[in-house]
């Protein structure tokens, strides 16, 4: 459904990538990336003090914690720390490595253990390869490229090897507040109880646990819908305050694919002010102008560029 307003907002559009995918959106946008690689923005120069810092946190944390090796890392612009947090992780073999990349203006860090059968080698081989594919990324910058955006980076990677995990909230100048999330958990277990169900069914399930309890919505929009291959289900309600709660989810198979994860889940909310729902004083959009920016964002989400088993209309760089 077309709105004039709406339509006007996307007369100029731009792409912003998060994981594999793209956003198509009004000029004026931002994204806030919520679980992403942890970062320390513009603190290169700063590595020596962040080391620092943490050795003593670790140290501090347990008296018979132990630094193994605190120095540079296995590749250039690499820096580690290796440590037992207590002497019963030493009598167990539990090491601790703390990984920084030194990318540009800035440090990303890399927490692993061996506590999850990976060896401290394996980690090791792995820092290195991280460090051969991790460059910078301006914000707007769109790698046409096969990889990974983050807030603050880009890596290179294969496309049939995923991230587990993508949050993200967009921001638009024009409509402050309306906030539109998307989640992507490439191997979260659908055989989980609970994790194969769809939208609908949580949502029935939702009302009939809550029974009189379960607030008064007005329902706008309910049922299947497919998003470029991913055959979901969506719910566009309006509470009684006017706030607008949309969702819409994909579940895939077990365990997920890149093309097909195994849960997606987007979700735009309006009236939202310091992060809080509903604590704006109005919503700034009528249910008409909601839907159809709804439908605008999901029509425009998509992976950067062709991933296996993904159809063409799910690519956005051809």
């Not at 379960?214 to 566009?236: A, D, I, Q």
């Not at 310091?274 to 009528?286: C, H, K, Q, V, Y």
Request: net charge neutral; with cysteine.
């Amino acid at each position: 459904m077309k709105n004039p307003r709406i339509e006007k907002l996307f007369e100029h559009t731009k792409l912003l990538c998060f994981g594999r995918y793209v956003l198509t959106v009004p000029m004026d946008s931002r994204l806030a990336f919520g679980r992403d690689f942890p970062t320390l923005p513009n603190q290169a120069n700063d590595i020596e003090k962040v080391m620092e810092a943490e050795r003593a946190k670790i140290l501090a944390a347990n008296k018979t914690a132990q630094i193994n090796y605190f120095g540079k890392g296995p590749a250039p612009d690499t820096w580690l720390i290796r440590s037992y947090k207590s002497g019963s992780a030493k009598e167990l073999d539990l090491e601790g490595l703390r990984i920084y990349h030194v990318v540009g203006p800035h440090i990303f860090l890399n927490h692993r253990g061996t506590d999850n059968g990976a060896t401290a080698d394996s980690i090791l081989r792995d820092t290195i390869e991280i460090a051969q594919n991790l460059r910078p990324r301006e914000p707007d910058e769109v790698p046409t490229e096969q990889g990974l955006c983050h807030e603050f980076g880009f890596r290179r990677l294969d496309g049939s090897r995923g991230n587990v995990l993508t949050q993200v909230g967009l921001h638009m100048a024009a409509l402050p507040d309306v906030v539109f999330s998307v989640e992507s958990n490439q191997t979260v277990n659908t055989k989980f109880a609970g994790n194969s169900d769809g939208l609908l069914k949580l949502i029935a399930d939702r009302k009939r646990e809550a029974g009189s309890r379960y607030p008064k919505l007005t329902t706008l929009r309910e049922g299947r819908k497919n998003v470029h291959g991913w055959n979901g289900e969506e719910s566009l309600v309006r509470r009684d305050d006017g706030t607008h709660d949309f969702e819409w989810m994909f579940i895939g198979e077990d365990g997920g694919s890149v093309a097909r994860p195994g849960n997606l889940d987007v979700t735009m909310h309006t009236k939202v002010m310091a992060d809080r729902i509903g604590a704006a004083p109005a919503s700034s959009l009528s249910d008409e102008e909601a839907i159809a920016l709804w439908d605008r964002l999901l029509d425009g989400l998509k992976f950067r560029v062709a991933v296996p088993g993904a159809p063409a209309e799910a690519v956005a760089i051809q």
